[in-house]
């Protein structure tokens, strides 16, 4: 998913030819020390960012991480039709989309910090994704994932409870595979319009309160989107530094 990881997975794939060539079964044990080398060096990774997020990564997580990784230039985008982009500055301030009806597959925790809930989700949806479904095999990747969390009544502070959601590709829309883990849900999401807007970086409570506050400020005056739930979209792994997040603001029903 992150950059670095597709060139130094591309850089395996000459060094396992390279084995190949060389001849027989040695070979094949090259490519078997080199694949375990580097979901070794990526789990490492995961498991440095998992830390900063409060989080211990399983080691069971190694797998799915590098086949997610190895698969990551094959990701689908959940589809949507844009209504509008007003500009700022000659720049794309934000932009109106309507997503259409589709099935999601989402796990609900409430961690005491944001971070843990999305982690502690990701990694269910990762195994779902990966292989702990009823057909057996690799699902495929689709961004954004989304993350829709609530305001407290106050509006200063997330409701613990976060819904994160991984969109089903296209080919198992009509019939999705069904999951191992109890805690993940299969479900019918209506069409939904939102007003959306780009930033960069870690998504923390703090961070998504100030995109919020951000976003309001640049809306003004407006009762046409709910106050109360948000989504934050995300579109790279957690091992991406600068990775490229929305917030979501949602339009009220007409």
Known sequence: MARSARGDLGGLGELGEEAAAGGGGDGDGQEEE???????RLFARWEAVASTHRVSLPRDMAGPIFQMTRNNQAREAVPYVTLSQPE?????????????????????????LYEQSISMSFMKLMRYICKENSIGCYLGMTVP???????????????????????????????????????INITERAPLRVITRVFYGMTTEETILREISLFWELLGCTDTVLRETYIVAAYENPSVPQRRNEIWFICQAE
């Open 34 to 40: 080199v694949e375990a080398a580097e979901r070794g």
């Open 145 to 183: 994932v989304l993350n829709e969390v609530h305001l407290t009544k106050e509006g200063t502070k997330l409701e613990r409870e976060v819904i994160t959601a991984y969109y089903l590709p296209g080919e198992f829309q009509q019939n999705p595979p069904v999951p191992m883990d109890p805690e």
């Open 88 to 112: 700022k500055c000659e720049e794309a301030a934000y932009e109106e989309r309507q997503y259409p009806a589709g099935k999601w597959a989402s796990v609900t925790k409430g961690e005491p």
